[in-house]
């Protein structure tokens, strides 16, 4: 459940996921199909031709592939929703505050007024007299 009820979940989010479950389920399929196959042959009960099993013998590799390029743009799509949807709140936010300071301002060095001089700022306390 999201920190904010009315921020919009991002979509791309469930997209990976399904994606990602298509992808476990092809490699489970690619690397235990052939191993039943051949189980089952050993045991003398040869399974059915199937049309599927052959097209993943033949191309569950480049299935694979494929299935891992699009889980790396659909995560680098949700991270680059998820930054953009960030910075617009980020600046939503900013626009009723006050500037902050920048870091080539130095915050310790107190205002001066036009008429004064920054040395007359610096002063300080007054030395202690010596006794002689």
Known sequence: MPSNPSEPRNPLYLLL???SLVFVLTALAYALVPALEE???E???PAPPSELR???RHDGGKWLLVEVAVM???GLASMWLDGH???RLQNREAEGRMPTVKSDQNPLLSPTVSHES???ADRGTAPRDQPS
Do not use: E, F, W
């Open 39 to 41: 189980k089952a042959a």
């Open 17 to 19: 996921l399904l994606a």
């Open 54 to 56: 052959d097209a993943l």
């Open 72 to 74: 790396i743009v659909l």
């Open 85 to 87: 949807r960030l910075r």
């Open 118 to 120: 920054s040395q007359a």
């Open 43 to 45: 045991a003398g009960n």
